[in-house]
């Protein structure tokens, strides 16, 4: 049974002006400690996808299970991880991390010291006790994806989490949260403007239509899953994949 299915899931947002039909029979399913991207026109309804997964809003029609449970049922179940880290500069890394567990009321000696396991395995124990302000731009991103893991979720959700940074930084941060999602077992979403970033990143990517949106196309992707993402760039299919996915994005008029 897949981790994640969403059947004919539909919604509408209202306001007073009308309403606005965002999303319309989507579906799809998501294997678990399988990586997935979802792109699609600006506007279309990526964002809403996750916010739906992660139980800011109820979707106007269709289901989505997690598990087999409905996901409405399940709400410690999901992480999200946003474009911007989102650190607190009043607060240093490890007790930025421990947020979720505290707001929770769920901070044990075990979820702390899952914490400092994943600062040390990750390059940020010697930084526990510094600000936010103190790290680089790709360290503090590795806090905020250690953050969304120390509660233990079934799913992770990433919405555009490189957006803010420069190139470089860009691509090796792409390189550590894979690797992190990968050690960790994890399994993810992730919503991206970028296509190269979700071909190296993915192992399935799923392409929205304008909006309202739906299902135009899935692409598995069988690029070398043992390589991390800026090799996975360099294979031979990579640039097929691209123009496939390219032209599934140029056609807005289907």
């Known amino acids: 049974m897949a981790l994640l299915e969403l059947k004919n899931v539909s919604h509408i947002y209202h306001s007073e002006q009308g309403e606005t039909e965002a999303l319309r029979d989507i579906s799809f399913s998501v294997?678990?400690?399988?990586?997935?991207?979802?792109?699609?026109?600006?506007?279309?309804?990526?964002?809403?996808?996750?916010?739906?997964?992660?139980?800011?809003?109820?979707?106007?029609?269709?289901?989505i299970l997690l598990d087999g449970k409905p996901i409405e049922e399940t709400p410690t179940a999901t992480s999200l991880m946003p474009q911007r880290d989102q650190l607190f500069e009043w607060r240093n890394i490890k007790n930025n991390v421990l947020l979720g567990p505290e707001i929770?009321?769920?901070?044990?000696?075990?979820?702390?010291?899952?914490?400092?396991?994943?600062?040390?395995?990750?390059?940020?124990?010697?930084?526990?006790?510094?600000?936010?302000?103190?790290?680089?731009?790709?360290?503090?991103?590795?806090?905020?994806?250690?953050?969304?893991?120390?509660?233990?979720?079934?799913?992770?959700?990433?919405?555009?989490?490189?957006?803010?940074?420069?190139?470089?930084?860009?691509?090796?941060?792409?390189?550590?949260?894979?690797?992190?999602?990968?050690?960790?077992?994890?399994?993810?979403i992730l919503v991206t403007h970028d296509i190269n970033e979700a071909i190296s990143m993915s192992d399935k990517i799923i392409v929205l239509s304008k909006r309202p949106a739906h299902v135009k196309r899935i692409f598995n992707i069988e690029l070398d899953k043992s390589l991390p993402p800026i090799k996975r760039?360099?294979?031979?299919?990579?640039p097929i994949y691209f123009k496939m996915i390219w032209k599934e994005l140029e056609d807005y008029d289907e």
Do not use: H, W
């Open 31 to 63: 294997e678990r400690e399988e990586f997935v991207a979802i792109v699609g026109p600006s506007g279309c309804g990526k964002s809403t996808i996750l916010s739906l997964l992660a139980g800011l809003l109820k979707q106007s029609s269709g289901s």
């Open 104 to 188: 929770m009321r769920n901070k044990t000696p075990e979820i702390i010291a899952y914490a400092d396991r994943l600062l040390e395995k990750y390059g940020l124990i010697d930084f526990a006790k510094k600000k936010p302000s103190e790290l680089s731009g790709g360290m503090r991103q590795r806090a905020s994806l250690i953050r969304t893991l120390v509660t233990s979720p079934e799913l992770l959700l990433l919405d555009e989490p490189f957006s803010a940074l420069d190139f470089q930084t860009r691509i090796n941060v792409c390189d550590d949260v894979s690797r992190i999602i990968k050690e960790e077992k994890r399994t993810a």
């Open 233 to 238: 760039r360099e294979q031979k299919s990579f």
